[in-house]
Nanobody, 125 residues
Framework: QVQLVESGGGLVQAGGSLRISCAAS????????MGWFRQAPGKEREFVAT????????DYADSVKGRITISRDNAKNTVYLQMNSLKLEDTGVYYC??????????????????WGRGTQVTVSS
C-alpha cells in the first residue's frame, strides 16, 4: 500500500524558517521523482519544487527560488522541504507527491501518481 505522510508543518512568523518532511512507503522510493505542491484557500494547487530520483536534478517555482530547498534521503525514504525567509503568501497546505519518469523533471500536478494528505503551513505577520 502506497503511503506518503507529510509532517513538520505549523505556525511560523514571517521571515522565519520551517522544514517539512514526507515519509514514503509501499513503493520503491529511489525509482521515483518527488515533488512538493501547495494549496492556499480558494486557490488551485501549485507546484513548489521537484527532485529527481537520485537528487541530481532539481527545479523550483520562481516564487520560492532562493528561499526554499528540496532534498531527499533515499536510505530513509524521505523527502524534505527546507523553507527560509517565509512570506505570508507561503501559507497553505503542502503536499508531497511521487511520479515515475525515465528522465527529466515534471511540474504538472496531473502527472503525479501518488499523493500525501498534506501538512498545514501558516505564516503570520
Amino acid at each position: 500500500q502506497v503511503q506518503l505522510v507529510e509532517s513538520g508543518g505549523g505556525l511560523v512568523q514571517a521571515g522565519g524558517s520551517l522544514r517539512i518532511s514526507c515519509a514514503a512507503s509501499g513503493f520503491i522510493f529511489s525509482n521515483y521523482n518527488m515533488g512538493w505542491f501547495r494549496q492556499a484557500p480558494g486557490k488551485e494547487r501549485e507546484f513548489v519544487a521537484t527532485i529527481s530520483r537520485g537528487g541530481g536534478l532539481i527545479d523550483y517555482a520562481d516564487s520560492v527560488k532562493g528561499r526554499i530547498t528540496i532534498s531527499r534521503d533515499n536510505a530513509k525514504n524521505t523527502v524534505y522541504l527546507q523553507m527560509n525567509s517565509l512570506k505570508l503568501e507561503d501559507t497553505g497546505v503542502y503536499y508531497c507527491a511521487a511520479v515515475f519518469v525515465s528522465s527529466g523533471l515534471l511540474r504538472n500536478k496531473n502527472d503525479y501518481a501518488y499523493w500525501g494528505r498534506g501538512t498545514q503551513v501558516t505564516v503570520s505577520s
